[in-house]
C-alpha cells in the first residue's frame, strides 16, 4: 500500500492506496521529523481536519498510515503544518499587521511589514522553496517561477522568537 497526504489550508488529504481497501487509517503527529508523539485512528475517513488539534506557533509533522486486519502499511509522505492565527481582515495577528497582497496573486506579490523580518515559503507538502530577508515596509515577490497552487508564507521578525504564517494562492 502507498499513500501520498497534503495539506490544504488546515486540512490533512490523502487517497486510498490501490489494492484491497483498508479497514481504516491512522493519523500521526509530532513536532519532529518521523517524532511522532500521538496518532488518531479516524476510520475510513480520508480527509481530517487540523484546526483545534494543534497549538499556534509550532510546527507539527504529520504522516498517514492504512491499516487492516493483517497489519499497518509503511508511512505516507511526511507533511508540514504550520499553526498560526489569521485574523479576518488577513491580518496576521501575532506579529505587528504584516500583510501578503495582492492574495491571490499572478506572478508578483508584496509583503508589508512593520519589521525587518525573515520570510520562508514552503509549498503544501511543507518543502521550503525560499527564505529571504525583508526590511521594514513593502517588499514585492517574484512568483513567475512558481507554479500556480497554494504556499506558505512564514514570517518572523528578526531578533524575535514571535513567527506566523499566511497562505498565499498563485493563480
Not at 507539527?60 to 492565527?85: C, D, I, K, M, Q
Not at 529571504?132 to 518572523?156: A, C, P, V
Request: proline share 3%.
Amino acid at each position: 500500500m502507498f499513500l501520498e497526504a497534503i495539506i490544504l489550508g488546515s486540512v490533512l488529504l490523502w487517497s486510498p492506496p490501490d489494492g484491497k481497501a483498508p479497514d481504516g487509517y491512522i493519523v500521526y503527529a509530532g513536532e519532529g521529523s518521523r517524532a511522532y508523539e500521538s496518532s488518531i485512528d479516524v476510520g475510513l475517513d480520508t480527509t481530517f481536519v487540523l484546526d483545534g488539534y494543534f497549538l499556534d506557533g509550532r510546527v507539527f509533522f504529520l504522516s498517514v498510515t492504512a491499516y487492516n486486519r493483517y497489519g499497518e502499511s509503511s508511512f505516507a509522505n511526511e507533511v508540514v503544518y504550520l499553526v498560526s492565527s489569521i485574523g479576518d481582515d488577513g491580518l496576521v495577528s501575532t506579529i505587528k499587521r504584516m500583510r501578503l497582497y495582492p492574495n491571490p496573486f499572478n506572478s508578483e506579490t508584496s509583503i508589508k511589514a512593520e519589521s525587518r523580518s525573515k520570510v520562508e515559503i514552503f509549498n503544501v507538502l511543507g518543502r521550503k522553496l525560499r527564505t529571504m530577508i525583508i526590511e521594514k515596509g513593502k517588499t514585492t515577490l517574484d512568483m513567475r517561477n512558481m507554479s500556480s497552487g497554494i504556499y506558505l508564507f512564514r514570517f518572523q521578525v528578526i531578533g524575535s522568537k514571535q513567527w506566523c504564517v499566511m497562505r498565499g494562492i498563485k493563480i
